[in-house]
């Protein structure tokens, strides 16, 4: 069974650039999340997808940062402008069951260095 | 304020010893699981727990979940530096949402 599948591995901006990052789950997980995991910390929730829908985007911040999940499969986030502090690694993750008995299926992440 | 605190945030010990990691909330969570990650890749699922007082033994790792279900711990017995890497606890809260702690690096040194 493929896993998550997520590009670009690395991306090297300037800030006020902008930049989008691509995930394609594991075939027939609804739910897909999008973890923002910066250096030496745990990741943090931005957005959670169930099929096409938004669940939570609480913590996206949204005059800069966008996602969308067109036909419940592939998703992008995608920020416009890029600042310093974006510089972090960009985490998809998807699961098919229940998260409370289930478990997320993380992909290898996207890191973006933004300068 | 981070939702779920764990602690140590760094250890490094040699081979052989005995460790433990902490995660610990004021909140109250359905389950909470563990997932280690390595560097370049994204977290792996050790374990679920979801009753409060459970504990689940995986090889020479131990979790436990507190009676409460606001804390958890990790205990390894007889580190391998194969168990380096950095430890996360997570919270379900609800049936989708899972809430990330600070994550534990650990070092094992031969």
């Known amino acids: 069974e493929a896993g998550v599948a997520q590009s670009p591995r690395y991306k090297i901006i300037e800030k006020r650039q902008s930049v989008a990052f691509w995930c394609n789950p594991i075939s027939g997980h609804a739910t897909l999340y999008w973890y923002q995991q910066i250096l030496g910390q745990g990741p943090k929730l931005l957005i959670q997808?169930?099929?096409?829908?938004?669940?939570?985007d609480s913590q996206l911040p949204k005059d800069r940062f966008s996602a969308e999940r067109l036909k419940g499969v592939d998703s992008t986030l995608k920020i416009q402008p890029a600042k310093l502090e974006d510089s972090a690694v960009y985490l998809c993750a998807s699961t098919q069951v229940r998260l409370n008995t289930g478990e997320l299926f993380f992909g290898e992440g996207s890191r973006l260095t933004v300068l | 304020t981070q939702l779920l605190e764990q602690s140590p945030q760094f250890l490094s010990i040699q081979e052989g010893e005995n460790l433990t990691v902490y995660c610990n909330s004021s909140?109250?969570?359905?389950?909470l699981q563990w997932y280690r990650q390595e560097p370049g890749e994204g977290p792996v699922l050790l374990v679920t727990v979801v009753t409060g007082g459970e504990v689940k033994k995986l090889k020479r790792l131990t979790f436990q979940f507190g009676d409460a279900r606001k804390d958890s711990s990790l205990h390894i017995t007889a580190a391998q530096p194969g168990d380096t890497g950095l430890y996360l606890c997570a919270g379900a809260q609800g049936a989708q949402k899972l809430v990330f702690g600070q994550g534990t690096r650990l070092t094992i040194n031969p």
């Open positions: 997808f169930q099929n096409n829908g938004v669940v939570d």
């Open positions: 909140s109250v969570f359905s389950s």
